[in-house]
């Protein structure tokens, strides 16, 4: 899980851009000379966005019954408390630039970025989940020869056991003959 103080630094990294483009904006700059700080608050609000995922895994796992992890399965469900409620002040900051762009009459432009950011994401995702597939392909194959090689030699242990048999009937056939 991300660090508390890390999602902290976010959400006031967060929070600041917002505050310092209101202020430009107010001030009749545009919103492309708040470049650098939109681009923070975007980068902040993925690290929370990251965390809040991290967190609500977190929140859906057993609570652990050993006393020591159960109180550090406390202290995950704080953080994931904490982390909920800045990812709904992120919300509402995102809300706030919406209004701006609109204000400035750049809402296509709010909307392109939203649209990029989504691809981004998108493109993300799948990255994680090929990841994924390409691990559990690996750890199928594995478990499938590793299956194979024990089946080979259960088969060669048959076969030699039927052998014995073979030889030992032929041997005593023989004898007795």
């Known amino acids: 899980m991300i660090d508390p103080v890390t999602i902290g630094a976010a959400f006031v990294v967060a929070k ?3 505050a310092y483009v209101k202020e430009a904006i107010n001030l009749g700059h545009e919103i492309k ?19 809040a995922n991290q967190a609500e895994a977190a929140k ?16 995950a469900l704080q953080q994931a408390f904490t982390i909920v409620m800045q990812r709904k002040q992120m919300r509402e900051f995102e809300r706030e630039l919406k209004d701006m762009f609109t ?3 750049e809402l296509a432009l709010y909307q392109e970025l939203c649209e990029e950011r989504q691809k ?3 493109a993300e995702d799948d990255a994680r989940r090929e990841l994924i ?8 194959t594995a478990e499938r020869k590793a299956k194979e090689k024990q089946e080979a030699f259960e088969v060669g242990v048959v076969t030699l056991v039927l052998c014995v048999a073979v030889v030992a009937i032929v041997w ?3 004898e007795v003959m």
Do not use: W
């Open 133 to 140: 597939r390409q691990e559990r392909l690996a750890k199928d």
């Open 120 to 122: 981004i994401i998108n």
């Open 60 to 75: 859906n796992a057993p609570k652990p019954e050993d006393p020591e992890k159960a109180k550090a399965h406390e202290t």
């Open 33 to 51: 000379d708040c470049y650098d700080e939109l681009s923070k608050f975007f980068n902040a609000q993925g690290e929370i966005e990251k965390a």
């Open 103 to 105: 204000m400035k009459g």
């Open 16 to 18: 600041t851009s917002v």
């Open 172 to 174: 005593f056939m023989i």
